[in-house]
């Protein structure tokens, strides 16, 4: 038989799970795992890509989720993006049509 080889541990960073809803000009989403005061950047889609618009910081929602919450005064598509740190990486919510 051949010995038993164990391979060693490696860390695997995962994105932030980020969603993203709108009722009328207001806009709000949950994030996992939350890491409550970080800040969520509201984005808006303009001609090359995206731009940040506003930016607020993540409240606590229960169960290991944190919430956030804008309100926008333009049409147009809009995301939620959370940055990075040091467990996970950056999470982007889906795009969302305002009017």
Do not use: C, M, W
């Amino acid at each position: 038989t051949s010995p038993r080889t164990v391979s060693a541990e490696v860390d695997v960073l995962v994105k932030k799970s980020v969603t993203i809803a709108a009722r009328g000009s207001r806009i709000s989403g949950l994030v996992a795992p939350a890491h409550n005061g970080d800040p969520v950047e509201l984005q808006r889609r303009v001609r090359h890509g995206y731009r940040t618009v506003a930016t607020g910081p993540l409240a606590d929602a229960g169960n290991a989720r944190g919430i956030y919450r804008f309100t926008v005064r333009r049409s147009g598509v809009y995301r939620a993006r959370v940055p990075g740190d040091a467990d996970h990486l950056t999470g982007t919510s889906p795009s969302r049509r305002i009017r």
